[in-house]
């Protein structure tokens, strides 16, 4: 695993000792197969975990990140060249996210904010100026607060994960 970034939990951060290691997190690139468990935990816990993979997931211009709490992974995203016809007209070069998930005990801390970023940084790397993903309804305000808009305010369903709206953000 590569280490992008270090980073200090938000609601810790008035007690942030750099000497207590607890308080940090690092955001690494992860394997598709370090996602699966997450992803099942959070986004798919009706179904077992070899039934979590992602059409694309292994394609070479994928990629995973991940945030680590002490050594234990805590936090994933997925990213991959997929382009959705609602935003061709903005550019048909496009990287959608996909398996955005924190677990339960991290949340509100800025880790998924801290995942997104640096999702959204390696896609500027890649030369690519387009980033969607489909948000569930329960996640838009996580999206809109990191500068991401609907392409409609109309959600539209998905069988497994109900109401999602489609929502991008232009590099
Ligand atoms: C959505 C999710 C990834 C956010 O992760 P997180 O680590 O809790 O988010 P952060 O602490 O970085 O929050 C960043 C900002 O988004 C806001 N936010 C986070 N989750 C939110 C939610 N569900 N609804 C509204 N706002 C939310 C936070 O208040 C924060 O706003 P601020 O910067 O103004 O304080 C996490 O809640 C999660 O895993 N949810 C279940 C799975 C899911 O819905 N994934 C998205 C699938 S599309």
Same mark, same amino acid.
């Given at each position: ?39 099942? /935990? ?5 179904? &077992? @975990?070899?039934?979590? +993979?992602? #059409?694309?997931?292994?394609?070479? $211009? ?31 070069? /496009? ?5 955005? &998930? @924190?677990?339960?005990? +991290?949340? #509100?801390?800025?880790?998924?904010? $801290? ?57």
């Amino acid at each position: 695993m590569r280490v992008l970034k270090i980073g200090a939990r938000k609601s810790l951060l008035k007690s942030y000792d750099p000497l207590n290691q607890p308080n940090l997190y690092t955001i690494n690139n992860i394997s598709a197969a370090d996602t699966l468990s997450i992803r099942q /935990q959070v986004l798919r816990p009706n179904l &077992a @975990v070899d039934q979590c +993979h992602f #059409d694309g997931d292994l394609n070479e $211009a994928t990629f995973h990140l991940g945030a680590l709490v002490d050594g234990t992974l805590i936090g994933i995203a997925t990213m991959m060249r997929d382009a959705s016809p609602e935003l061709a007209a903005i550019s048909s070069d /496009q990287f959608r996210l996909r398996g955005m &998930a @924190v677990l339960p005990g +991290h949340r #509100d801390q800025g880790i998924g904010r $801290a995942i997104l970023d640096n999702c959204i940084e390696e896609v500027r790397q890649r030369d690519c100026n387009l980033f969607w993903c489909n948000a569930r309804e329960t996640a838009a305000r996580f999206y809109t607060a990191a500068g991401f808009s609907k392409t409609s305010e109309t959600t539209f369903d998905i069988p497994t994960a109900g109401p999602h709206f489609v929502m991008y953000k232009q590099l």
